[in-house]
C-alpha cells in the first residue's frame, strides 16, 4: 500500500529467509568480522582477474543465501542484482552460473537497497514469492576502474572511503520466518553540487537526509521510532553531515544511528572516512544487522543504502556527484503498525 | 499471476498512456523516421560532451512521455531507466533533472524490456499507479566508450552493428486507454560461448531463442499466435541464427518475425547488420510498434529486448558473451486471453 509520496507500507511484510555474507582479507582484520558467514583469505579466490574474483565472491553470497534459506536456486522467482562495475561486470558473470531470471540493477553503493525495495514490493504483492537480492565491491576491481591501478601506490586522501571487498545476499519471501519487511521509500536523485569524488560521504549525505525526510513524512514516524538507523557508506565524516542536513532541517537524530561505511573497519586499519562500495551496506546488512535483529538486540532498523550515481567520466566534464538513497524498514519479533 | 517457470500474466492489464521516442540524425534517414516523435539535428544537443548529450535526449523521451500521457512528473511513481553508458551515465543524470522516484537499471540493450516487465508487474498487482520506461544510447559515446574514440576512423567488419543515438520512454498504467501488456517472460542469462565482439547478433540470439521458448511453453501458444514477434537489436545476421536456433529446437518462425535492429535504418546506410543499443528497441517500440498497435495493422505483439552483457573489460579477459532477453506481449483491441 503507497503511503504519502513515495514510501510503501507492505500489508503482507516480506520475510528475509535466507542472508550470507562474504568479505574479504581485509574485512576480516575489521570490526565485525565474526558477524561473517566467510571470510576470504585470498581476494582474488584463485581467479586471474579481480573483475572474476568479485563475480565469484558475489556468486558465493548468492548460493550461500539460497542454501541458507533452505532453497534450490531453481524455487528463486527473480534475482536482483548490482555492483559498481563498468556493465556490472559482477552481477551478470555470477548471474551467468545461475539458472535463475535475472534482473541487473545500477544505482551505485544503493543498488542493494534498490533490490531490496523492489523485490519487496514485488513479494508483498504476491507477484512472485521469493526473490533474492544481491550486491558486491571489491576494492582492487574499483581502485582500478574508479581511481589508478594498484601498482601505482597513490596517495589517498583524508576525506576518501575504502571500497570494501565483500558481498552479500538476501532472499526475500512471501511466507517462512525472518525479520520482516515493513516499508520501503523509495529515493530520488539530487545533487548537491559536491564535486570532490575523494568525498563521496558529502556528496550522498544530502540524499539519505532527503530520503529520510520523506520517510518520515511519508509514515509520520520520528526518528527515535526505531532502534538503530543504518545509512549506507556515508562513512564518518559523511555521518557528520547528514546529522548536519538533518538538523538544518528541524529532524534531531540521536545515538541510535550508524553508518555501515563508518563501521565495517577498525580505525587503526588507516582506511579513513571508513569502507565504501555496494557490497559494504550489502555485506553488513546481511551479516551484523539482521543478526542483531534476530537476536533481538534490535526490535525495529531503519536501512538506509546510499549511492553516488556519478560515473567515472562525469567529474572529468566537470559535473558534480548525483547521489541517491533508499529507506528500508525491517522489524523482527516487535509487533507494531505504522 | 504467474505461469509456468518464469511467465507473469496480467489480471489487470498494464495500460501504456505515454510514449515518445527521440532519433538522431542518422536515425532521421533511416527507413522509419516518419514514426518518431522528434528527429535530433545535432546529436550533440547543444551539449559539451556525447555522454550528456545522451542524457539530454533521454530527458527528452520521459518528458515527451509524462506528456504525452496528459500527466505531469509529479504523477508518475517510479521511473526505470537503463543506459549503456559506464555508470548508466545517462540515466542517472537524467533522474536528476527530474523530481520523480528512481530505479537504475542495467540490462545493455535488453534494459528497455527489464524495466517494461518490472514496470507491468507492480502497475499489474496496483502496488503503483503510474511507471515510466525508459532507455537510449548514443552512437558516439558508445563508440568511444566501447571501442574507438571516432577521430581514429576505424574500419568496421561485416558482422558488426550500429549503435543507435535514440531514446524511448513509455508511461505504463493501471488506469487509462492505450496498448495493454499481456504477459512479461524474464529472461535468464545464457552463455553460447560466443566471444566475438563484432557480432552481437549471434552471442544474443540463443538468449532470445531460449526465452521465447520459454514464453511459448509457459503460455502454451505458437508463435504464429503474435501478429508479429520482434526481437530486439539482433541485427541481419543475428535474426537467421534466431531463427536458426528455434528450427534447431523444433519451432518453425513464419514471417511474423521481425527485429528492431534490422529494421531501424536502411541497407544503403551501409550500417552491415542494422541497428544496436540500448536506444534501439526502445525507440522502435515506442514510436512504430505501438503506433502500428494503435493502427489495427498488428493486434497482438511479441516484444523481446534483448542484451549482450559484457563488460567493455571482459573480453580483454578472455571471456564469452553473456546474453539475455525478456518477452513482454502487448496486445490492443483484441480481446483474448492466453
Given at each position: 500500500m503507497k503511503k504519502g509520496k513515495r514510501t510503501y507500507v507492505f500489508d503482507n511484510r516480506p520475510k528475509i529467509i535466507g542472508r550470507y555474507a562474504v568479505g574479504g582479507p581485509k574485512e576480516g582484520e575489521g570490526s565485525i568480522p565474526e558477524y561473517f558467514d566467510e571470510i576470504l583469505?585470498?581476494?582474488?579466490?584463485?581467479?586471474?582477474?579481480?573483475?572474476?574474483?568479485?563475480?565469484?565472491?558475489?556468486?558465493?553470497?548468492?548460493?550461500?543465501?539460497?542454501?541458507?534459506?533452505?532453497?534450490?536456486?531453481?524455487?528463486?522467482?527473480?534475482l536482483f542484482s548490482g555492483d559498481l562495475l563498468n556493465q556490472t561486470f559482477a552481477s551478470n558473470f555470477a548471474a551467468r552460473e545461475l539458472d535463475v531470471p535475472y534482473a541487473g540493477l545500477y544505482g551505485a553503493c544503493s543498488s542493494f537497497g534498490e533490490g531490496l525495495a523492489l523485490a519487496s514490493m514485488l513479494v508483498d504483492s504476491g507477484t512472485i514469492g521469493k526473490a533474492a537480492v544481491a550486491a558486491s565491491s571489491h576494492f582492487s576491481a574499483a581502485e582500478r576502474q574508479y581511481r589508478f591501478p594498484l601498482e601505482l601506490g597513490n596517495q589517498r586522501t583524508p576525506t576518501s572511503q575504502w571500497t570494501v571487498t565483500a558481498a552479500g545476499c538476501s532472499v526475500v519471501s512471501s511466507d517462512g520466518n525472518g525479520p520482516e519487511i515493513v516499508s520501503a521509500t523509495i529515493g530520488k536523485v539530487v545533487d548537491y553540487d559536491v564535486s570532490?569524488?575523494?568525498?563521496?560521504?558529502?556528496?550522498?549525505?544530502?540524499?539519505?537526509?532527503?530520503?529520510?525526510?520523506?520517510?518520515?513524512?511519508?509514515?509520520?514516524?520520528e526518528p527515535d521510532y526505531y532502534d538503530m538507523i543504518f545509512t549506507g557508506d556515508l562513512g564518518r565524516h559523511g555521518m557528520e553531515m547528514f546529522r548536519y542536513f538533518m538538523e538544518s532541517s528541524g529532524v534531531k537524530i540521536g545515538d541510535n544511528y550508524c553508518d555501515c561505511g563508518a563501521m565495517i573497519f577498525r580505525p587503526e586499519q588507516r582506511t579513513f572516512q571508513g569502507g565504501s562500495g555496494a557490497g559494504c551496506c550489502a555485506s553488513v546488512f546481511n551479516c551484523y544487522i539482521l543478526e542483531l535483529l534476530k537476536r533481538g538486540r534490535?526490535?525495529?532498523?531503519?536501512?538506509?543504502?546510499?549511492?553516488?550515481?556519478?560515473?567515472?567520466d562525469s567529474p572529468l566534464q566537470g559535473e558534480p556527484i548525483p547521489a541517491i538513497c533508499h529507506a528500508i524498514s525491517v522489524e523482527y519479533n516487535k509487533k507494531t503498525e505504522i
Open positions: 583469505e585470498d581476494d582474488l579466490l584463485g581467479q586471474k582477474t579481480f573483475e572474476i574474483a568479485e563475480s565469484t565472491m558475489l556468486r558465493k553470497a548468492i548460493n550461500g543465501a539460497i542454501q541458507n534459506a533452505k532453497l534450490d536456486v531453481k524455487d528463486v522467482d527473480l570532490d569524488v575523494n568525498n563521496m560521504g558529502a556528496a550522498m549525505a544530502p540524499a539519505a537526509g532527503e530520503t529520510l525526510l520523506a520517510h518520515l513524512e511519508d509514515t509520520g514516524v534490535y526490535g525495529r532498523v531503519l536501512f538506509m543504502p546510499t549511492g553516488a550515481l556519478l560515473s567515472k
